[in-house]
């Protein structure tokens, strides 16, 4: 069966749309909270759900290290193997880590379906989602280089080398030239991938010299929401993970003052590599803007992580010391979870007075509480990032007179 993605192909790419059923598997490793694993398998649930797979179980184990072969022990391995056997419309097993060629192997041997990854269902999502030319092509380049050293457990049908009579034969020389056909799969998609990074980098020459914002943040906060709100566009939004994969570009008016406002690809933790490195050319846009706008999801319980992560692929992306505002997204959520009926106002606005005090020192940035969708202080915002891009504005242009 195999992980695989019709690459490079017109049919349709990823999972059926039809939804399928799955079955999660997560390990709890030494010195691991295993409410922090419970966190990632709900998130992977919910990645699975955007792929077309509904989860039916979830299974955990604890080890110290991964087994080699499966994975997982084999006395867990039996009790997925029962479940799935009792449960035929199960379809596929979802790992929360990524598995080697030999491992997957192994799995679908014993289980009988298919075995994907958090990188695979990554993969497939954005395979999914992506719209324009150089979208599909990132795509297509992470795919294949995420497939490149799993080759041994997607071309299992031609490997003949264990040995007999009528068991040799050129099973390697096969996976060799795909290996070949691959590579040079990857060197012409990096070609056409330069010459589309070269074409934009001329088209924002082209902008001229506005102040460029751009919003950053985890996937599924509400920055496409934000985006709308404040560009009063109708970029594409949905509460699902990666509703927007494409950075779009719209020009925000603020008072008589104008600026540039892209809306980015969201971040998740564990993001394939190869993903981040094929995405670094439309991540441009987060590398030469003025300021960034890193939109938070205040009500999701592990917001402060999502922080951490987003932080860490701004890092990756050399983008860590710009100029930034959190604006924690959601804030009406926040209350409706966390709030009792009987506090009063005064009380509710003081939490959040000192919740927002201590937000600011622990992550050092300015920041604001917020509802994109409500429009919950929006017009404070508004201001906010009025006398921010103004601040700019003076810097770069000391001397001339202001024109807005």
Same mark, same amino acid.
């Given at each position: 069966?195999?992980?695989?993605?019709?690459?490079?192909?017109?049919?349709?790419?990823?999972?059926?749309?039809?939804?399928?059923?799955?079955?999660?598997?997560?390990?709890?490793?030494?010195?691991?909270? +295993?409410?922090?694993?419970?966190?990632?398998?709900?998130?992977?649930?919910?990645?699975?759900?955007?792929?077309?797979?509904?989860?039916?179980?979830?299974?955990?184990?604890?080890?110290?290290?991964?087994?080699?072969?499966?994975?997982?022990?084999?006395?867990?391995?039996?009790?997925?193997?029962?479940?799935?056997?009792?449960?035929?419309?199960?379809?596929?097993?979802?790992?929360?880590?990524?598995?080697?060629?030999?491992?997957?192997?192994?799995?679908?041997?014993?289980?009988?379906?298919?075995?994907?990854?958090?990188?695979?269902?990554?993969?497939?999502?954005?395979?999914?989602?992506?719209?324009?030319?150089?979208?599909?092509?990132?795509?297509?380049?992470?795919?294949?280089?995420?497939? $490149?050293?799993?080759?041994?457990?997607?071309?299992?049908?031609?490997?003949?080398?264990?040995?007999?009579?009528?068991?040799?034969?050129?099973?390697?020389?096969?996976?060799?030239?795909?290996?070949?056909?691959?590579?040079?799969?990857?060197?012409?998609?990096?070609?056409? !991938?330069?010459? +589309?990074?070269?074409?934009?980098?001329?088209?924002?020459?082209? /902008?001229?010299?506005?102040? /460029?914002?751009?919003?950053?943040? *985890?996937?599924?906060?509400?920055?496409?929401?934000?985006?709308?709100?404040?560009?009063?566009?109708?970029?594409?939004?949905?509460?699902?993970?990666?509703?927007?994969?494409?950075?779009?570009?719209?020009?925000?008016?603020?008072?008589?003052?104008?600026?540039? !406002?892209?809306?980015?690809?969201?971040?998740?933790?564990?993001?394939?590599?190869? !993903?981040?490195?094929?995405?670094?050319?439309?991540?441009?846009?987060?590398?030469?803007?003025?300021?960034?706008?890193?939109?938070?999801?205040?009500?999701?319980?592990? *917001?402060?992580?999502?922080?951490?992560?987003?932080?860490?692929?701004?890092?990756?992306?050399?983008?860590?010391?710009?100029?930034?505002?959190?604006?924690?997204?959601?804030?009406? $959520?926040?209350?409706?979870?966390?709030?009792?009926?009987?506090?009063?106002?005064?009380?509710?606005?003081?939490?959040?007075?000192?919740?927002?005090?201590?937000?600011?020192?622990?992550?050092?940035?300015?920041?604001?509480?917020?509802?994109?969708?409500?429009?919950?202080? +929006?017009?404070?915002?508004?201001?906010?990032?009025?006398?921010?891009?103004?601040?700019?504005?003076?810097?770069?242009?000391?001397?001339?007179?202001?024109?807005?």
């Amino acid at each position: 069966m195999g992980n695989e993605w019709n690459v490079g192909g017109k049919s349709k790419k990823g999972l059926r749309k039809e939804l399928e059923e799955a079955v999660l598997v997560g390990l709890i490793l030494d010195k691991q909270d +295993i409410e922090r694993v419970k966190e990632h398998l709900a998130e992977l649930e919910f990645l699975a759900l955007t792929a077309g797979a509904v989860c039916k179980k979830t299974f955990t184990q604890r080890l110290k290290h991964p087994n080699s072969a499966t994975f997982i022990n084999k006395g867990k391995l039996e009790e997925i193997a029962e479940y799935i056997e009792a449960n035929e419309k199960v379809t596929m097993v979802i790992f929360d880590d990524d598995l080697s060629g030999k491992q997957v192997s192994i799995l679908e041997e014993h289980l009988k379906v298919k075995i994907i990854d958090r990188s695979t269902l990554i993969l497939d999502i954005f395979a999914d989602r992506a719209q324009t030319a150089q979208a599909k092509k990132q795509v297509e380049l992470a795919q294949y280089q995420y497939m $490149l050293p799993r080759l041994r457990g997607l071309w299992t049908h031609l490997e003949r080398q264990r040995g007999g009579i009528g068991m040799r034969g050129p099973g390697e020389k096969e996976i060799e030239t795909d290996r070949r056909i691959i590579r040079d799969k990857i060197a012409l998609l990096k070609t056409h !991938l330069a010459k +589309i990074d070269k074409q934009n980098e001329t088209r924002r020459k082209q /902008r001229g010299q506005l102040i /460029r914002v751009a919003l950053v943040g *985890y996937t599924n906060v509400g920055k496409s929401t934000l985006m709308n709100t404040l560009a009063k566009s109708d970029v594409f939004a949905e509460d699902k993970l990666f509703a927007t994969l494409d950075t779009t570009v719209r020009k925000v008016v603020l008072g008589t003052m104008p600026l540039l !406002l892209s809306d980015t690809v969201g971040f998740i933790r564990k993001l394939p590599h190869h !993903l981040v490195e094929s995405f670094k050319s439309t991540l441009d846009e987060v590398r030469e803007s003025d300021l960034l706008l890193h939109v938070v999801d205040i009500a999701h319980p592990q *917001y402060e992580d999502q922080i951490k992560t987003v932080a860490k692929t701004l890092d990756e992306l050399g983008a860590s010391e710009k100029p930034t505002i959190l604006i924690f997204n959601k804030i009406d $959520l926040y209350r409706k979870k966390y709030f009792d009926d009987f506090l009063d106002d005064g009380t509710k606005a003081e939490i959040l007075s000192d919740l927002q005090t201590n937000l600011k020192n622990e992550f050092g940035h300015e920041n604001i509480f917020l509802s994109a969708l409500n429009k919950e202080n +929006i017009q404070e915002f508004r201001a906010l990032l009025t006398e921010r891009v103004e601040e700019l504005y003076k810097i770069r242009y000391p001397y001339q007179k202001k024109m807005w």
